[in-house]
């Protein structure tokens, strides 16, 4: 039965809950995607995945094997032609169809700007509402075998920076099956970003469908003394740091919002009132970046509330390099986190 917003409602009401933790059945991130893909091409007779390599062996990082025998027709390989095809699936969605478009590396996004921007994300508004553009496109992104500048990219903040366009990055097992069902069944284009240091890690998954709410964060990790607002893997990052940051007597709250658009500024403003210090840990460039643009929003709502200045944790101004050296210093982890909450405190490096 295809999915509506009202059945959608109902469900994101019921049994599973954005917050509740999943017990019993364990799956890594790669498997969660492939079973929320499965659930929605079964449900759904309108749903198709497209993209360069879904068919093939290896399957998208795992995330798509078999997929294409389960559903034959319905999940195809495309040629490389990136403008076109994302043009292909805003036609399709126009349609009534829902396509999931896979891009194996989000550096190459930039050739669909055209098809994204001005189609994609303008159709509901220019139709009065009359159309609207159903479209997810998974977007791959992160470190890797030393992929350097034109193949490691995080581009998130551009795309936060268009109307229209929902922005998700999960990172757990749970959060990416429930969030990609919700973005498969949501009536509007949803960038659906995934970082590929993720497709390891496991979680608590239930077999049967659910939904987490698009725009709606989760606090990881309760604390008292200062908050880290981390993106995607730099979760994973942030609960490193909290270890170390323990040992030393600082106890911080980890908030994920799951969500970048919308971006659920009220879960990071009332930790920030118990807290009074804010890190915002991204895997993007600083200037212009996602997590300036998060402090942009939510600034003048937690001003009143600071003990000291907001530190930002984002890579340098600079394209991204290859040799393994370089990256060691080029990219953040769990130590530049350590780093930036203790510089709220005022303290210097032990």
Known sequence: MPWTNVAVGRALKGRYSADKPASGRTLNYREALREALYQALKRDSRVFILGEGVDDSAGVFGSTVGLHKDFPGRVFDTPIAENGLTGFAVGAALAGMRPVLVHMRMDFLPLSFDQILNHAAKLCYMSGGMSNVPLVIRAVIGRGWGSAAQHSQSLQAMFMHMPGIKVVAPSSAYDAKGLLLSSIADGNPVIFIEHRWLYDMKGGVPEKEYFVPIGKGVIRRPGKDATVVAVSLMVNEAAKAAKELKDG?????????????????????????????????????????????????????????????????????????????????????????????RKAYGLRKK
């Open 249 to 341: 007597g600082i106890d911080i709250e980890i908030i994920d919002p799951r969500s970048l658009v919308p971006f659920d500024e009220k879960i990071v403003v009332d930790s920030v009132k118990k807290t009074g210090r804010l890190v915002i840990a991204d895997m993007g460039w600083r200037s212009g970046g996602a997590a300036e643009i998060i402090l942009g929003r939510i600034h003048g709502k937690i001003r009143r509330y600071l003990k000291a200045d907001v530190q930002i944790v984002a890579l340098p101004d600079t394209p991204t390099p290859a040799c393994p050296r370089l990256e060691k210093a080029f990219y953040k982890g769990s130590g530049d986190i350590v780093k930036a909450v």
